[in-house]
């Protein structure tokens, strides 16, 4: 029996340049709450207020609790530990439970592998191991998110991480099949390992566009490749089964990474398409606290 979560980044809140107007704090947490969502990731740094304590308070004063945060360290380089320690402070004091993130070739760069080679992947192997041996003196769950743009994207490139470290691993239903992986089977692969769980659906044609590249990611985004759970081509019944036989008890966290060209009006915009998700999921009758 898992737990639900909301993201920001279903409401366009997101600190890649470019990526579109940033809602206010206090409407995405109202809406959130509406929705009769209690818990969510913590967004960019920015979207909160920067004072763990204050930021507490305005999760308090709606009801809502933090599940964790996400980031991006280059683990190839030196610096990525002081990066991680400084992202792990706020998700501890915050009360929030994972750290997720990607393996970037560059700091917030999605462009993917600029050609690495065995001596740097070697160090980024040994980086996640000392990440995974982090784990229990942060008391926070440590997970890597195989991301599009990012150096753990593919298949062979997860499958890499999952025999060369003891990572865990926070699996993301929607860039995984755009990344031409068979999400269930994934699941099933990694197990035990997995840590947290970004749900979203997918639009096939779009992700063979990626995958060919035709389009980049942003674009990607920005034509609309994640959507709202049933409206797309992932099979989500599936994924939630694995889970099942994966006795996986953690958060499972509604994303649907949106683009905002304009603010939408109130009762409007991406609200609308995480209540879609949450009524798929009530559909099939999902057992969900």
């Known amino acids: 029996m898992f737990s639900i979560a909301a993201a920001p980044i ?7 340049p470019n990526w579109g107007i940033q809602l206010d704090a206090d409407r995405v947490l109202a809406e959130m709450r509406e929705l009769g969502i209690t818990a969510t990731e913590t ?12 930021a507490r308070d305005s ?19 030196d610096g990525w530990r002081d990066a991680l320690l400084a992202a792990a402070e706020p998700v501890k004091r915050l009360g929030g439970s994972v750290l997720v993130f990607a393996v ?9 592998d600029p050609g690495l080679g065995a001596e740097e992947r070697d160090r980024i192997l040994d980086a996640l191991n000392e990440i995974a041996d982090l784990e229990s003196e942060l008391g926070i769950a440590l997970a890597v998110h195989p991301h599009l743009g990012s150096l753990i994207e593919t298949e062979a490139e997860i ?7 003891r990572i865990r691993f926070c699996l993301d239903t929607g860039h995984s099949f755009a990344a031409g992986i068979d999400v269930p089977a994934l699941f099933d692969r990694v197990g035990d390992r997995i840590a947290l769980v970004h749900l979203k659906d997918a639009d096939a044609d779009i992700a063979s566009r990626f995958q060919a590249g035709v389009i980049d990611f942003l674009a990607a985004i920005r034509e609309g490749l994640f959507c709202s759970l049933g ?9 939630l089964r694995t889970l099942e036989r994966a006795a996986y008890e953690g958060w499972v966290v509604l994303e649907q990474d949106a683009m905002l060209q304009a ?27």
């Not at 970037?104 to 993917?112: E, I, N, R």
Request: hydrophobic share 40%; net charge negative; glycine share 16%.
């Open 159 to 165: 499958d890499w991480a999952l025999r060369g470290s």
């Open 10 to 16: 279903s409401w366009g809140i997101c600190d890649v």
């Open 104 to 112: 970037l070739p560059a700091p917030g760069d999605y462009s993917g």
């Open 263 to 289: 603010v939408p009006a109130p009762g409007t915009g991406p609200i609308n398409g995480v209540r879609q998700s949450l009524e798929y999921l009530r559909g099939l009758a999902t057992e969900v606290r």
């Open 59 to 77: 999760l308090e004063r709606v009801g809502m609790r933090a599940v964790g945060s996400y980031d991006g360290f280059v683990l190839h380089q």
């Open 231 to 239: 409206t797309g081509d992932l099979d989500i019944p599936a994924i």
């Open 43 to 54: 967004g960019p740094l920015g979207f909160l207020p920067a004072n763990p304590d204050a």
